[in-house]
């Protein structure tokens, strides 16, 4: 992944096959680090292509010091289509390793039935982190995980996650998740006592067996 930015663009995919016959028409994203990708300093633009990313590895985005920070950018369009348990981590819970993610009209699902969702950490940029106008559907657990973090979620659709749509914890947490549709999620959103000053505003929430809770 951290040869992705910007350059890959303008493709059609078709009739591509794997051996059990299976469409392999997919943009195949693979980490160098074992079950893990860690994609280090600057900004990686993902742009719309003819075929979906297929996420093979573990995605972390970090940058190596308090002064630098490795930032996803996904433009509007663009497909992720993770494999089972894999992951999208922003920023690594070790000091100074700074990461953000900027999304617009993203398709965040899983290739076959679920996939592990996305993780926004202590160290994830507040001010630049957002997500708009998408898609984030069918995690195993949660489909955005935010611990001491404070990333803007707004109009999008978190739908068909198995346990929680959004999860939030801990006093550093001050999130602003607005617009939003939760359906389908057997918990909409969970936010811990200890987070206090986020802002949830003009979400819907339908068929989610427990919309909204404080615990």
Same mark, same amino acid.
Not at 33 to 44: K, L, P
Not at 66 to 88: C, I, M, N, V, W
Not at 196 to 206: A, E, P, Q, R
């Given at each position: ?70 930032t996803l950018k996904l433009?509007p369009g ?66 955005? &995980?935010?611990?001491? =973090?404070? $990333?803007? *979620?707004? +109009? /999008?659709?978190?739908?068909? !996650? @198995? ?5 939030? &914890?801990?006093?550093? =947490?001050? $999130?602003? *998740?607005? +617009? /939003?549709?939760?359906?389908? !999620? @057997? ?13 949830? *505003?003009? +979400? ?12």
């Amino acid at each position: 992944p951290y040869a992705l930015d910007g350059n890959v663009y303008g493709n059609t995919y078709s009739g591509n096959y794997l051996p059990d016959s299976t469409s392999s028409d997919f943009i195949w994203v693979y980490g160098d680090n074992g079950d893990e990708a860690h994609v280090r300093n600057g900004t990686y633009n993902w742009l719309a292509d003819g075929a979906p990313y297929r996420i093979c590895t573990n995605l972390i985005y970090f940058g190596g010091n308090a002064s630098s920070t490795s930032t996803l950018k996904l433009h509007p369009g663009t497909q992720l289509y993770f494999e089972e348990d894999r992951s999208l981590t922003i920023g690594r819970n070790d000091s100074n390793e700074w990461g953000s993610i900027e999304a617009d009209s993203v398709l965040f699902t899983a290739v076959d039935a679920t996939w592990g969702g996305i993780y926004m950490t202590d160290y994830s940029r507040d001010e630049s982190s957002y997500i708009d106008g998408s898609t984030i559907e069918k995690t195993i657990e949660k489909g955005i &995980e935010i611990i001491n =973090s404070s $990333p803007t *979620i707004s +109009n /999008n659709d978190i739908v068909d !996650n @198995l346990d929680m749509g959004i999860y939030v &914890e801990g006093s550093g =947490s001050n $999130p602003q *998740i607005i +617009n /939003n549709n939760f359906s389908k !999620n @057997l918990r909409a959103m969970y936010i811990n006592p200890s987070t206090s000053n986020y802002l949830v *505003i003009g +979400n819907t929430f339908t068929s989610n067996q427990y919309p909204l809770t404080f615990f």
